[in-house]
Structures are given as structure tokens and as C-alpha cells.
């Protein structure tokens, strides 16, 4: 048997001469308790948000997208996309035309990204799973339709329902502005047949009409902004990513899907890794009663310290005995923590107990919650490190007066 660790357990739970040691002590558990509690629930909340933007994303943009690295349009044909086309794991190919356009509902207006794209489309993106309303439908019976962002829908009045249609107003290509500003615009009309809703980002910019319909909108002819790639599930993106690259040399960008969103991505990190500094900072504070605790308990215990010394343990056995005490706070608290932390984040996973603001305007109705195990032992190991040293410090320095001025 490990006497020290023997005799630690036994302070931990004894009743002290002074109560406001046992105060003390029952301050420092309950610290690193709510510390790593919130660490648990925090960085798990942070997790479900990204996983949600990645599903979210998932559905609306495609495995690659392909974009020129100068000017706004070019013509396929006048590079090897050809070959992009008959690369194994290509399952979809599609010539995307993405413009700025002002747009008119009514009395309202706003300004947009039009996206013209080609009848593959609901094929390598989860489009339709998007629809908050109407349904995705861009050409029926030679009438052109549209399906609009929720919060393009929303700045304009828009209701798939009504049979007001939208109009569409660009620059003339080559056109500059004379006395007449007509002659310079094109304009066309659109029906909206559904809106969809991925993030704010996306829903207040685009709306997605069929190719055709934005291609005589843009005077665009054999030309496409972007080219948009659909893999087979057990293609290897990376592999085949740095291929389109190599084929298409440095004239084209090629985004997967987290560049295509790496602002966002970047920023839920660093948020992430802020809250949980902040977070560790706090646990740092909290365990500074450690120190208190074990530094009243080595004086609570000068008696007893005689007494092992008197029977032969050594500075160091009876040093070990008050490290021992301090870690056994740490793990304590560290494993209610985190056991509490679970808990709760399996509840809101399982029950929904805490709900969004704003309830109906979103696709999700409360907070989403992931838990990822890695996280978990990470934020264990950090908590006993910071008990670690917490503890150490005391026996170090404090304890060498009651010892003797020989180090532990």
C-alpha cells in the first residue's frame, strides 16, 4: 500500500481542527467542478454549431469548386476541363454563372447574387433538403422560376405562394451610362417557386435560377463564372483536388468545402479556442484555493508532521502526503466535472432543454450539442496539470518551514 496517498485520502475526508479548512477544501472541489463542467459544455456547444455550418454547407455547396484567378468569367473550352470531366471520381460537372444583380418585388428592392445553374444541380448538392418553402423548381412549361435565400425573401416580401414575379436588373455588357440609363440595363422577370435557408451568409445573398435564364440575363454566351464538382463518396478530395490543380496550373482556384467557407471556419475556431482559454483562466483562479487549502492543512497538521518524522518518514514521504492531497482535489473535481458536463450536454442532446431565441427561425430549434472525445480528454488533462501545479507550489516553498530547509 502507498502510505502517502493512504494517508492523503484519509485528510481529504477527516473532519480538520479548524472547519474552515474543510470550507476551503469543499470551495476548491467545487471549482475545478464548475470549471470543467463549463469547459465540457462549452467547447461541446462549439462543436454542434460547426458540425451544423458542415451539414449545412454540405448540402448547398459542391465537393470542389473551381473558380478563375483573374477577372470574374472565362470559357471552358479554352482550358483542359475536358479532362477535369473524365477524372475517376468525377461524378457531376457543372458551369455555374454567379453575378450581381438588383432585384425588385413590388415597391421593395435589393441587391443579390444571381446563380445560374444547370439541371444537375439538385444532384451533387442536397438543395431540396433546404426548402423552407415551396419547393426547388427553375423552368416549368417555358416559364422561368426562381428560388430565393430566406433572407433575400424576407427583405423583399417574398412568399411562394403570391404571383407577383420578380424583376431582374443588370449592367449591359460594354455599355456605358448615356442620357438614358435604359439603354444600359437588362432587365427580365422570374417567378419565385421556393425559398431555402442554409446560414445568414448565404441565405440574404443568392438566389438560384436555371443557366439558361441567367445566361441571357448576363450576355455571358460560352463564358461561366465558377465550375462545380461532385465526388463520389469514396473519392479521396484531397487526392483528387491537387490534380484539377495540377491540370489547370495557377490561372484557377480549386476549393473544397471548407476554403470555400474559410472565413467562417477560422472564426468558429478561434472562438472556440478563446472561450476556452478564458475558461482555463478562471480554472486557474479557481485552483488557487488549492494552495490555500493545503497550506492551512499543512499547518492544521503540524502535529501529525512531528509524529511521522519521530516514526522515520522522510521529508520527502511526508511531502508526497500533502502533493497526494492537493492532486486528489484535482482528480475529484475532474471527474464530477466532467461526468456533470456529459450529463447536461446528453440531456440538451436528448430533451432540447434549452431552445433557441426566436423559435421558428431557424432550422433547428435548440442549441445543438456535439460531443467529441478528444475534447473531453484533453480538457481532463489540462485540469489535472493546473491541479498539478496548484499543488506542487505549496509543498515546494510553504511546506519547507515546517519541514526542514532541506528540499522535498
Not at 479548512?21 to 462549439?46: K, P
Amino acid at each position: 500500500m502507498n502510505l502517502p496517498l493512504f494517508i492523503a485520502k484519509r485528510y481529504l475526508v477527516s473532519k480538520k481542527k479548524q472547519n474552515i479548512i474543510n470550507i476551503i477544501s469543499a470551495i476548491s472541489v467545487g471549482g475545478i467542478i464548475v470549471g470543467t463542467m463549463a469547459l465540457v459544455i462549452v467547447l461541446s456547444v462549439f462543436n454542434g454549431f460547426s458540425i451544423l455550418i458542415d451539414t449545412f454547407f454540405s448540402s448547398f455547396d459542391p465537393d470542389l469548386k473551381i473558380t478563375a484567378a483573374e477577372g470574374k468569367m472565362f470559357d471552358p473550352k479554352e482550358h483542359e476541363f475536358k479532362k477535369i470531366k473524365n477524372l475517376p471520381g468525377v461524378a457531376h460537372y457543372a458551369e455555374i454563372i454567379e453575378e450581381v444583380a438588383l432585384l425588385k418585388y413590388g415597391t421593395q428592392i435589393y441587391p443579390a447574387i444571381v446563380k445560374g445553374v444547370p439541371e444537375n444541380y439538385t444532384k451533387y448538392t442536397s438543395i431540396d433538403s433546404l426548402i423552407i418553402d415551396g419547393k426547388f423548381m427553375l423552368e416549368k412549361e417555358g416559364i422561368n422560376f426562381a428560388v430565393v435565400g430566406q433572407g433575400v425573401a424576407y427583405n423583399l416580401g417574398i412568399r411562394p405562394e403570391f404571383t407577383d414575379h420578380i424583376m431582374v436588373y443588370v449592367p449591359k455588357k460594354g455599355k456605358q451610362v448615356s442620357i438614358n440609363p435604359a439603354r444600359a440595363i437588362n432587365h427580365n422577370y422570374i417567378f419565385p417557386s421556393g425559398v431555402f435557408a442554409v446560414l445568414e451568409e448565404i441565405d440574404s445573398k443568392y438566389i438560384i435560377v436555371s443557366h439558361q435564364f441567367a445566361s441571357e440575363l448576363f450576355e455571358s454566351g460560352a463564358q461561366v463564372s465558377t465550375i462545380e464538382i461532385g465526388l463520389n463518396s469514396e473519392t479521396n478530395t484531397k487526392k483528387i483536388q491537387k490534380e484539377i490543380e495540377k491540370i489547370l496550373g495557377s490561372s484557377f482556384h480549386v476549393k473544397n468545402k471548407y476554403q470555400q467557407h474559410d472565413l467562417i471556419y477560422k472564426t468558429m475556431q478561434s472562438e472556440k479556442w478563446a472561450a476556452y482559454l478564458i475558461l482555463v483562466f478562471i480554472l486557474v483562479v479557481a485552483s488557487f484555493n488549492i494552495l490555500g487549502s493545503l497550506s492551512m492543512l499543512i499547518i492544521d497538521k503540524k502535529d501529525d508532521i512531528l509524529i511521522f518524522r519521530s516514526m522515520g518518514a522522510s521529508n520527502k514521504t511526508i511531502g508526497q502526503i500533502f502533493l497526494f492531497e492537493g492532486w486528489l482535489i484535482s482528480i475529484v473535481g475532474a471527474v464530477i466535472g466532467t461526468l456533470l458536463g456529459l450529463l447536461l450536454c446528453w440531456l440538451q442532446i436528448t430533451f432540447e432543454i434549452i431552445p433557441l431565441p426566436n423559435n421558428g427561425s431557424f432550422l433547428i430549434t435548440a442549441y445543438p450539442v456535439q460531443i467529441v472525445f478528444t475534447d473531453i480528454i484533453f480538457i481532463f488533462t489540462v485540469v489535472l496539470l493546473i491541479g498539478f501545479f496548484a499543488s506542487w507550489y505549496p509543498i515546494k516553498f510553504i511546506s519547507q518551514k515546517y519541514f526542514t530547509n532541506q528540499n522535498l
